[in-house]
Nanobody, 126 residues
């Protein structure tokens, strides 16, 4: 049973920084794609950043230059370093993980299926 556990959400002032973490438990497959999505009330879920097993990354235009996605050496934990936070970054942030042999490692691929999701961690910027 695969489980994703997120942490790090908080309330911060505009211009501040936060680091979100997501650890994957119970996944025995070594090559996984991991990502962060976010959803605000009344809006659709949107992709924020993706990191493939080889370390290649994708960022949403709205966060480029401010957010950095990374993973640990064991590749079972993904981080999202968020700097220069803006009120429009306020959202529930969700971690996603999928096997690279079953899923295209991009926003559409991860939302299409065969993806594990965390429960979400709230980020509020005022």
């Amino acid at each position: 049973h695969v489980q994703l556990v997120e942490s790090g959400g908080d309330s911060v002032q505009a211009g501040g920084s936060l680091t979100l973490s997501c650890e994957v438990f119970g996944c025995t497959y070594s090559r996984i794609c991991m990502a962060w999505f976010r959803q605000s009330p009344g809006k659709e879920r949107e992709g924020v950043a993706v990191i493939d097993n080889d370390g290649s990354t994708i960022y949403a235009d709205s966060v480029k230059g401010r957010f950095t996605i990374s993973q640990n050496n064991a590749k079972n934990t993904v981080y999202l370093q968020m700097n220069s936070l803006k009120p429009e970054d306020t959202a529930m942030y969700y971690c996603a993980a999928a096997r690279t042999d079953l899923t295209r490692c991009n926003y559409d691929g991860l939302q299409a299926g065969n993806t594990y999701w965390g429960q979400g961690t709230q980020v509020t910027v005022s």
